[in-house]
């Protein structure tokens, strides 16, 4: 655990900065995370083919990128659409590859599309949530001038989502460690228990209203709503841990990879993450939008 966190707190510090301050380097930033967890996904699910030199998997990274920067660019642009376009071209260039001897087809092109949304959509909503502050902000629904923790152009509504699930994690792993008797869902992950669910809950719920406090948001957000904010991300937060999880055991492996030692691969520090990602969307848009 020790080594845990020595490793994490560094990583963990400017990757919040990257997250808050970036506008190239982050969308580098969530490219670049998103390649490294599909590189993992592929891997996992058998669709990265070693010996063949462009499989379907190398044309979905593609796609993933393009999505990502797209929506980097156009906040607004419908993400729908785009994977409308993609669609077919990941059929008719499976269909090519089936027809010169690839052994799967429809499997790969489902595995492929769902890498591409899970990882690359749900990535997507860095930006949207970046931009949405920024709109806010621009509208004078949102202000930030108060707080204790305030710099000009600081991006808080990323680093939400990210207080949110390290709070969850966090919390969780303590409070699962020293009470956890009840299993959460044994068949998928033996560590997980509902007292570390419940832990989880209520560390977001704190980290949340903390840093609410700090940078001056509480007044134009109730201290309920930030509470059930809380609360409803680490139950997302904790589901993303749990997909993970479950794919994990199907393939009988413990981390996606060693990318980055103790903690596993990169898919294994951003499951929870991802799905916190358009949890804490949700919440701004219908709170403050």
Known sequence: MFLRFAIGVPIGAVVV????????????????????ALREFWRITGVDH?????????????????????????PDGSFAVM?????????????????????SYLREISVVTLGVIYIGGLLSFTFRLRHLQIFLEESGALTF?????????????????????????????????????AKLAPNISPKKTIAGLIGGMVGSATATVSYAWLVGLIGQVAIYELIAFGAMTAAFSQ??????????????????????????????????????LPATYIFFLLVLG
């Open 17 to 36: 900065c990257i997250l808050a301050f970036g506008s190239v380097s982050l969308m580098l930033f969530i490219v670049l995370a998103a390649w490294f």
């Open 145 to 181: 001038s108060t707080g204790f923790f305030n710099v000009p152009g600081m991006i808080h509504f990323t680093v939400f989502a990210v207080i949110a699930s390290w709070g969850c994690d966090t919390a969780a792993l303590l409070t699962g460690k020293f009470l956890g008797r």
């Open 239 to 276: 589901l993303g841990d749990l997909t993970v999880s479950a794919i994990k055991r199907e393939a009988n492996l413990k981390d996606t990879s060693s990318l980055l030692g103790p903690h596993g691969g990169a898919l294994d520090r951003i499951d929870g993450f991802l799905f916190a």
């Open 83 to 103: 994977l409308a376009i993609a669609l077919p071209i990941f059929f008719i260039y499976q269909l090519v590859r089936r027809v010169h001897g690839a052994d």
């Open 50 to 74: 070693p010996g063949v030199a462009v499989p379907l998997a190398r044309v979905g990274e593609i796609t993933a990128v393009i999505l990502l920067f797209t929506t980097w660019m156009y």
